[in-house]
């Protein structure tokens, strides 16, 4: 029997993953009227409703994948997490994507290459959401190859009888999802960095040019500015701990009769639910929605 916190976690995961399944289903719904009606989406959306499908399925897995695992479905449960780990790669793509068009869309730099994805980069949409499901679908194999290899180890092991052999077959375990997390999962975590700061760049190039001029259009680019910018910093601070908690939850095995398994557990959806608020509040269509209907 679970003790009192853990049992308080759990509650607190489930209300959680609910409340963020019902916003993002809210999202889906919205954007999904609007491509029924124009037959088309613009780029930022197509992004959005993306993010928005994933994390809708993602904690649907993470509650299944709980679900199983407290009634020791082992095989089901990887099986699970294998999907886990697609929908997650998926998602940290997709928010370096975002981050990516936020910057070329909204940064003043003068550089060709810039111009360039300026005018291309809604075109480049389609092809960036396939490039990360092409990722997703990667990760799901170094996942399944995992398993597999940890699997037979352990097999291994209890034919021989050896507990050195058992640290190895953990230790592997480890260090390999510590790879594959670097491979798959730090990789767009810099590109979205990379976007802030050349965004918060630009914006300070900005300021400093707008010194001595009446205000008029600039202004526009200056809210433009701001406003991507204070919704990315506050998205970057809950991303980064979604980050760190996944990179844990990757190397560190705990228990689920431990609280702390689900701490981290409440920690990774909670950031999802409040990156998910911000992507409303951002985001004029989703934002006018409820006042629409009421």
Same mark, same amino acid.
């Given at each position: 029997?679970?003790?009192?916190?853990?049992?308080?976690?759990?509650?607190?995961?489930?209300?959680?993953?609910?409340?963020?399944?019902?916003?993002?289903g809210?999202?889906?719904?919205?954007?999904? !009227?609007?491509?029924m009606?124009?037959r088309?989406?613009? %780029?930022?959306d197509?992004?959005?409703a993306?993010?928005?499908?994933s994390?809708?399925?993602?904690?649907g897995? %993470?509650?299944?994948?709980? $679900?199983?695992?407290?009634?020791?479905?082992?095989?089901?449960?990887?099986?699970?997490?294998?999907l886990?780990?697609?929908?997650?790669? /998926?998602?940290?793509?997709?928010?370096?994507?975002?981050?990516?068009?936020?910057?070329?869309?909204?940064?003043?730099?003068?550089?060709?290459?810039?111009?360039?994805?300026?005018?291309r980069?809604?075109q480049?949409? #389609?092809?960036?959401?396939?490039?990360?499901?092409?990722?997703?679908g990667?990760?799901?194999?170094?996942?399944?190859?995992?398993?597999?290899i940890?699997?037979?180890?352990?097999?291994?092991?209890?034919?021989?009888?050896?507990?050195?052999?058992?640290?190895?077959?953990?230790?592997?375990?480890?260090?390999?999802?510590?790879?594959?997390?670097? /491979?798959?999962? $730090?990789?767009?975590?810099f590109l979205? /960095?990379?976007?802030?700061?050349?965004?918060?760049?630009s914006?300070y190039r900005?300021?400093?040019?707008?010194?001595?001029?009446?205000?008029?259009?600039?202004?526009?680019?200056?809210?433009?500015?701001?406003?991507?910018?204070?919704?990315?910093?506050?998205?970057?601070?809950?991303?980064?701990? $979604?980050? /760190? %908690?996944?990179?844990?939850?990757?190397?560190?095995?705990?228990?689920?009769?431990?609280?702390?398994?689900?701490? !981290?557990?409440?920690?990774?959806?909670?950031?999802?639910?409040?990156n998910?608020?911000?992507?409303?509040?951002?985001? #004029?269509?989703? !934002?006018? %929605?409820?006042?629409?209907?009421?």
């Amino acid at each position: 029997m679970p003790s009192t916190p853990t049992l308080i976690f759990i509650v607190i995961f489930f209300l959680v993953s609910v409340a963020s399944m019902l916003q993002n289903g809210f999202m889906i719904i919205v954007l999904g !009227r609007e491509w029924m009606r124009n037959r088309a989406l613009p %780029a930022v959306d197509m992004i959005v409703a993306s993010l928005a499908s994933s994390r809708f399925c993602l904690h649907g897995i %993470a509650i299944l994948n709980n $679900f199983l695992a407290s009634f020791d479905f082992c095989y089901q449960a990887n099986f699970v997490g294998i999907l886990w780990d697609f929908i997650n790669t /998926l998602i940290l793509w997709l928010t370096a994507w975002l981050a990516i068009f936020y910057c070329v869309k909204i940064s003043s730099f003068s550089h060709p290459v810039l111009f360039w994805l300026k005018w291309r980069i809604s075109q480049l949409v #389609p092809r960036l959401l396939l490039v990360s499901l092409i990722m997703g679908g990667l990760s799901a194999i170094i996942s399944a190859t995992g398993n597999i290899i940890a699997n037979q180890m352990i097999i291994s092991q209890g034919f021989h009888g050896n507990c050195t052999f058992g640290h190895m077959s953990l230790d592997f375990y480890r260090y390999y999802y510590l790879s594959h997390a670097v /491979l798959m999962w $730090f990789t767009p975590f810099f590109l979205f /960095l990379v976007s802030i700061i050349f965004l918060m760049f630009s914006l300070y190039r900005h300021v400093e040019k707008m010194r001595g001029h009446r205000p008029g259009p600039w202004d526009l680019r200056t809210q433009a500015h701001t406003m991507a910018l204070k919704s990315l910093t506050v998205f970057i601070t809950f991303y980064i701990l $979604f980050f /760190l %908690a996944l990179i844990i939850s990757s190397t560190k095995s705990k228990t689920m009769q431990s609280y702390w398994y689900w701490v !981290r557990e409440i920690i990774i959806y909670t950031s999802i639910f409040l990156n998910s608020i911000i992507l409303v509040l951002s985001n #004029p269509k989703l !934002r006018k %929605a409820p006042k629409m209907r009421f």
